[in-house]
């Protein structure tokens, strides 16, 4: 039997099977072996120990699409980042860094921007001219309001999404508009996993419907963008791809170099200088790793 991993604590893993329910399992010993664990998020086939309490034992996990270390997840098709308009003022920094985090795994992102009934309109233009204006899909909402709610259910059908997202922005009241049915679904997650020991907080898939899950990561603060070079930085700004190729310098590192066709389209407004100003201070702290 084929299902999906929506959680895993202590060695038991639970696995969503579509008409069937939530089964509680253990992997088998061969995957230790072979140091392979099992993400939330995998595809895995199951033997049914119990249909009637619903225990299995994991014994095959499928092909993963993508991995991500933090939050430890697989099969991810997309990520919905979500912050406020206002109430708190959008962390930009953050949120590319995020955006570089996903654009190294290949993951689209869709942003969406909570608190569109208390925001100003400049505020919501500005976010648009920095992130419409490099290909990012923005979604303005307000969950007080249920305004937009419903299009970002469109983005999340029929697939597995990543949550994530600073605390105080609405998050989890959109996370609850999106899923009234999820909760009975979840309900008989709850029950299963309700034992002491189980109760710390971590990332759970939750069904939507029978083929879209999202997962909510645990609010994030800080983000260090530090596993990988300096030179591959200028890679994950989408909107430095049309200008590659055109600054005098062959390697140019779009930082200091003179006649820089980066640094031109910033000064000319084609590049936000929002994201220009993140992209230096991630490069600088790349470049900074190295000496330590």
Known sequence: MQGKIVKGIAGFYY????ESGIYECK????????????????????????????LGNINRILPRSNELIRPA??????????????????????????LVMMERKDIPVILCFNKKD???????????????????????????????IDQ?????????????????????????????EAKM????????????????????????DESSYIMDTPGFSSLYVNDFEKEELKEYFREFQPYEGQCR?????HTHEPQCAVKQAVEAGKIHEVRYKDYLEMYRELENKRRY
């Open 73 to 98: 997840v697989a099969n991810v098709d997309q990520a919905l980042v979500v912050f406020a308009v206002t109430e708190p003022e959008p962390h930009f920094n953050l949120l590319d860094r995020f």
């Open 27 to 54: 992997a088998k010993g061969i995957f230790r072996k072979e140091k392979i664990k099992p993400l939330v998020g995998d595809d895995v086939e199951i033997d049914i120990l119990d249909e009637v309490e619903k």
């Open 118 to 148: 208390i925001a100003t309109q400049p505020s919501i233009r500005k976010i648009q001219e920095i992130y419409e204006k490099c290909g990012y899909q923005v979604i303005f909402t307000s969950a007080a309001e249920e305004e937009n």
């Open 15 to 18: 696995v969503h099977v579509a």
């Open 185 to 208: 679904e979840t309900g008989s997650i709850s029950k299963k996993i309700a034992r002491g020991k189980h109760t710390t907080r971590h990332t759970e898939l939750i069904p939507i």
């Open 249 to 253: 310098f062959q390697e140019c590192t």
């Open 152 to 180: 970002i259910g469109q983005v999340l059908k029929g697939k597995t999404t990543t949550v994530a997202g600073p605390s105080g922005v609405g998050k989890s009241s959109i996370i609850n508009i999106l899923q009234p």
